[in-house]
């Protein structure tokens, strides 16, 4: 079997119209996924009575099944459990005027959340509690000290596996096309199905990946070395 070279350019050339969907679903659902992981650590760090066994309950779930699971739990059973609201309080409102799109940002927004929520409850725990109660002592809320003093050591901390959540969700992206989503491995089928010549698409798509991977790795790598200048004081 022969490579066509020519064909990898051609097919990643092609790839690039692609590019701004894998993109927008990654940061919509890293965004997302991180309000809700560091709202949940926080519930759970804090023991918050009904929402501590809720909160718990959600990580171990997602945790426990897979991320493509989640993407057809929530495209097949959402519309359900719209449409039944809305007969049930007269809206007329229907699912199918819902884009896909919006379905993959709930399902991969919540799979990013859980994981993440780990994360971030490991990077706070990692910060001394003495800092926690200094900052008490000069009258700080819980608030106030964990948004000036926890809060940045504890992204210091998590920063690196943050990044590896990203990368996750920047190649779980690709199960977008489960629901008729056409990102970069979708484009790649599509580009391949019309002279038989996967092997080329799929080699400039995972080109295409790398890429993007290496320039998130270099750049936590700088924000990384950034964040954690105050160590250069002999900070502990």
Do not use: C
């Amino acid at each position: 079997m022969q490579i066509d070279p020519s064909f990898i350019l051609t097919a990643l050339i092609s790839l690039l119209k692609a590019l701004p969907t894998t993109l927008i679903i990654t940061i919509v659902s890293v965004s997302i996924g991180f309000i809700i992981g560091a709202t949940v650590a926080l519930i759970r760090i804090y023991k918050v009575p009904v929402l501590h066994p809720i909160a718990s309950a959600y990580v171990l779930f997602v945790r426990g099944t897979p991320m493509l699971m989640h993407l057809l739990l929530i495209y097949f059973g959402l519309p359900k459990l719209i449409d039944g609201l809305s007969g049930a309080w007269g809206l007329g409102f229907q699912s199918n005027s819902i884009p896909l799109i919006v379905f993959v940002y709930i399902s991969f927004s919540l799979t990013a959340g859980a994981y993440m929520s780990e994360v971030i409850r490991a990077g706070i725990l990692a910060v001394n509690r003495g800092q926690m109660e200094a900052a008490y002592s000069i009258g700080m809320t819980t608030s106030q000290a964990l948004r000036r003093i926890v809060l940045p050591q504890a992204l210091a901390v998590s920063l690196p596996n943050l990044s590896n959540n990203l990368i996750g969700m920047l190649h779980g992206s690709t199960l977008a096309f489960a629901v008729s989503i056409v990102e970069i491995n979708a484009q790649a089928q599509i580009v391949a199905a019309t002279n038989w010549k996967f092997l080329e698409s799929y080699i400039a798509a995972a080109i295409l990946f790398w890429g993007m991977t290496f320039l998130i790795e270099r750049g936590t790598a700088v924000l990384e070395k950034r964040i954690n200048i105050y160590n250069r004081g002999g900070v502990a």
